[in-house]
């Protein structure tokens, strides 16, 4: 039976707590054969062998654990701020409310470790630059000592300013954890949960499916910087996004209530949301190039939107809202859009074929040069609309308002009017209609 080297409350080492006591802890020595060290502040543990058996609760402030084995330790609520954890070996430790603020964890392996309401402001869980050589004579970038998160517990961390780049946190708990001003190059997000997590610089409260409200910004906080990092079939449900993500692959992630704003001052440029859930999510801003083929935007707010050369191709989109937004050359390629707005919107040269609008709102919407074939219209307001130059082969009106709009130049082939409403109408061939002024 292995009993842990315990420093807590003036115990000799050796003593077992009661559980779940936690108290300030004096030194006491670890390890094995010739590498040992005692356990304090500015202590150094570099290496050591201390698998299954530290306990500790108190001061290790700027201590040195590089390379140690600390699998299962129990760290809960101790003082590792300014240490060194560089590779150290943590697995299934507990740091519960540990104080990791500036501390060195790059190549650390927290995989399984439970850091519940942890403080990791401005630690480094980077990797460590490997000095092997690529065959063509360049730098390997450390992918062979990626710090190893997977599965941590990391509810409600403070991550703010924290170094992430290339970090394994696959299947790792985040709910509520705070990530303004962090920096994720290459990070693995994989099925991790990150609910409610905070990647901005203001704390805001919002109602379902709308806009924040009620922010309040932190002075000298900036939002996250998220390149390049891996998303897939993470839960970001109610997450605070407003940052920069740069392609981030968030394919078949769960993106419900999440919002993302901002205007000019974040980006999800080129992001992969294929078949993910976007529902009742709010965002505002530059999605340029993002593919959301079969994604779910049920009532999503996305106006002001930047979603030039989008494609949304066979996504659902019912009662989302996308008004004044530029979807230039967007693929709507048999989306389910019933009930949604596009009010104000530019749909130049967007492709609308075998898509469903029923009772879509397309009010001073420009759909110059758009494609529609074999689409559904039915009941679309389609008032101070344009049309000019637009194909529109076998789709149907039935029952649209046209009015005041404008479809000079248009391509229409055995698209159906019937009871559609025509007053002030500039008609394909230039004559306006004027039959249900």
């Not at 998220?226 to 992630?253: E, Q, Y």
Request: charged content about 15%; overall charge positive; some cysteine.
């Amino acid at each position: 039976m292995l009993l842990r080297v315990v420093v807590a409350g003036g115990l000799a080492a050796g003593v077992l707590l009661a559980p779940g006591a936690v108290s300030a802890s004096p030194p006491a020595e670890i390890g094995k054969k010739q590498k040992t060290c005692v356990v304090e502040s500015e202590a150094d543990c570099a290496g050591v062998d201390a698998k299954w058996v530290l306990e500790h609760h108190g001061n290790l402030s700027k201590s040195n654990f590089s390379n140690a084995k600390l699998h299962g330790a129990d760290l809960r609520g101790v003082n590792l701020s300014k240490a060194k954890l560089k590779k150290t070996s943590l697995k299934y430790a507990e740091l519960h409310e540990a104080k990791l603020s500036k501390t060195n964890m790059r190549a650390a392996k927290l995989k399984y470790a439970t850091m519940i309401g942890a403080n990791l402001d401005r630690a480094n869980l980077g990797p460590v630059k490997g000095k092997k050589k690529t065959k063509n004579g360049g730098a390997v970038r450390g992918v062979q000592c990626r710090p190893n998160c997977q599965g941590a517990n990391l509810v409600g961390v403070n991550l703010v300013g924290s170094s992430l780049s290339e970090t394994n946190l696959t299947g790792a708990n985040l709910t509520g954890a705070f990530l303004a001003n962090a920096n994720a190059f290459e990070t693995n997000f994989t099925d991790a949960n990150l609910t409610r997590t905070n990647w901005s610089a203001t704390v805001c409260a919002s109602d379902t499916g709308g806009a924040p409200s009620d922010c309040t910004n932190l002075d000298g906080t900036q939002p996250a910087t998220v390149i390049d990092s891996n998303f897939t079939r993470a839960n970001l449900t109610d997450a605070n996004l407003h940052g920069t993500f740069v392609r981030p692959n968030m394919t078949s992630a769960n993106l419900t209530r999440a919002t993302l704003t901002g205007g000019s001052n974040w980006t999800l440029t080129d992001a992969n949301m294929t078949s993910a859930n976007l529902s009742y999510a709010y965002f505002s801003g530059d999605m340029t190039r993002a593919s959301m083929s079969s994604a779910n935007l049920t009532g999503t707010g996305l106006p002001n939107m930047d979603l030039t050369d989008a494609d949304l191709s066979y996504a659902v989109m019912k009662k989302g809202n996308f008004s004044d937004t530029n979807m230039t050359g967007t693929n709507l390629l048999q989306v389910q859009g019933d009930n949604a707005n596009f009010s104000g919107s530019n749909l130049t040269g967007a492709n609308f074929k075998q898509a469903s609008f029923y009772q879509g709102n397309f009010s001073g919407a420009n759909l110059a040069n758009a494609y529609m074939m074999g689409t559904t219209m039915g009941s679309a307001n389609f008032t101070n609309a344009t049309f000019k130059g637009a194909k529109l082969y076998a789709t149907s009106f039935f029952g649209a308002d046209f009015t005041g709009a404008d479809l000079s130049g248009a391509e229409v082939d055995a698209a159906g009017f019937t009871n559609a409403k025509f007053c002030k109408t500039t008609m394909p061939n230039g004559t306006v209609k004027n039959d249900d002024c």
